[in-house]
């Protein structure tokens, strides 16, 4: 603001190259008031005036009026080049303005200007289409670049991932691998791992997929690329799903070494979750006990859950009333200690802790199912039979439970279900648990359709 007054004493105010700098200080540091007034009293604007300008929105995250900027300068027969593109561009992708990205694609075609620019320019065409979710576009656009940059390369491997093409995603990152034109950073290395960790846990073929985690994880350090807090998050997350202990255990104490990485409770999560998955209870004291953090609420309900399959009782009901104490306006809680003692016969208690339950006025959402088929996505909530193909899929149910009896010996554990409900109930209640009806859902479907698969539960 001294430097912008000293201007307008002296008198350099009026001229463009003083306005200029000013104008970019102005947007830089977000005075776009400021800014704005010195773009309209320059009296001879040029394209770093526009430049800084629409840069400046973007930055901000207002993109709305860097395309506003954009087509006003269009109209006063401004020509743009590269960094002007580069920014509206992005402007536009965080917008989601596909129409408005495709109409300056098809400018600047008709202008000869793409080939002049193409490795930044088409770069950025690459992301835009990506995050809009034109991926044949992006794929197109791609394959035209002569030389391309990290830019391109990275929007288009996350592009494939993000469309569970995860095959063209590995196939690509290897290619980058092998050019000579550029070393592969560490955000493109920690994104995909993000993505492989995530959809390994629902999509077939899992344990492969948690596996080019651990494998991008071990790449990224033999590179001398330093993970971050989200890179080491993603890396324990595939290591404890795939109940690799030792990888995990290697890659949680090079993280504690680390003291540029501040770990948090997520981290010792992954740990909790790793010793419950690989039946190692008893490793959770000498875990938890020197933590540097309190341990929340997650790290004791992912405890809990541990313990239940191992069957520790005591612990279990140690850690139920601990979470009650951090937490005791949580439904989530209650339901949860009120399980344990129903599972070990303990009803009278069981019906005490549903009974304060009640009288503190608590509700607890309905567990529910999702299943993703071509891109459409079907609710279930237990008990559901509103379903078009309710009668098909309740057919499907009741002859897969004939043939597990009659060849497996197997029948529904209505151990832990409510006591005081009639046995036929409750195998009728866990006949139509959220759970099953996706999974049937995609056995139906999948007789005549072919097209993406993705299940997912919510316990809330």
Request: include cysteine; charge should be positive; glycine fraction near 6%.
């Amino acid at each position: 603001m001294q430097i912008h007054n000293m201007c307008i004493k002296s008198g350099f105010e009026w001229v463009t190259v003083v306005s200029n700098y000013i104008l970019d200080m102005y947007a830089k540091y977000g005075k776009f008031r400021e800014a704005a007034r010195m773009l309209d009293v320059i009296p001879v604007k040029n394209l770093i005036s526009w430049n800084a300008m629409i840069a400046g929105f973007t930055l901000e995250g207002n993109g709305e009026r860097a395309l506003v900027l954009f087509r006003k300068m269009q109209r006063l027969g401004e020509m743009p080049d590269e960094y002007t593109i580069t920014s509206t561009l992005k402007a536009c992708s965080g917008l989601g303005a596909i129409r408005q990205g495709s109409q300056i694609h098809s400018f600047l075609i008709t202008k000869g200007f793409l080939c002049s620019v193409q490795t930044t320019v088409a770069g950025a065409f690459v992301d835009l289409y990506v995050k809009c979710g034109h991926l044949t576009e992006a794929q197109r656009v791609f394959y035209q670049i002569e030389q391309k940059n990290l830019v391109s390369w990275s929007s288009l491997i996350l592009g494939y991932a993000q469309e569970r093409n995860l095959l063209q995603a590995t196939n690509l990152f290897r290619q980058l691998r092998v050019s000579v034109d550029h070393k592969v950073d560490g955000f493109v290395l920690s994104s995909l791992m993000g993505v492989f960790a995530d959809f390994a846990l629902i999509d077939q073929g899992k344990h492969g997929l948690r596996k080019k985690s651990i494998y991008l994880f071990d790449q990224m350090l033999s590179d001398d690329i330093e993970p971050n807090r989200v890179t080491y998050i993603a890396a324990l997350s595939a290591s404890s799903h795939s109940r690799l202990v030792e990888e995990c255990q290697e890659c949680f104490s090079r993280l504690c070494c680390n003291n540029r990485i501040k770990h948090n409770v997520e981290h010792y999560a992954c740990m909790v979750d790793l010793l419950g998955r690989a039946i190692h209870v008893k490793e959770f004291k000498n875990l938890i006990d020197p933590m540097p953090l309190k341990p929340n609420v997650g790290i004791h309900q992912t405890l809990l859950s541990a313990c239940k399959v191992h069957g520790d009782l005591e612990i279990r009901k140690k850690v139920g009333y601990t979470l009650l104490r951090m937490n005791n306006n949580n439904p989530v809680n209650y339901e949860m200690l009120s399980n344990i003692y129903a599972e070990a016969g303990y009803w009278k208690v069981c019906k005490r802790i549903r009974k304060l339950f009640k009288m503190k006025g608590l509700r607890k959402e309905a567990e529910h199912g999702y299943v993703e088929i071509d891109k459409e996505v079907y609710f279930f909530y237990n008990g559901d039979k509103t379903y078009p193909l309710t009668e098909k899929i309740h057919q499907v149910l009741k002859e897969m439970e004939k043939r597990i009896k009659s060849e497996l010996g197997s029948v529904h554990g209505v151990r832990f279900a409510l006591h005081d409900v009639e046995e036929e109930s409750k195998e009728e209640s866990l006949r139509f648990h959220s759970e099953k009806l996706a999974i049937k859902l995609v056995l139906v479907r999948g007789e005549t359709e072919k097209g993406t698969r993705r299940l997912g539960f919510s316990r809330t």
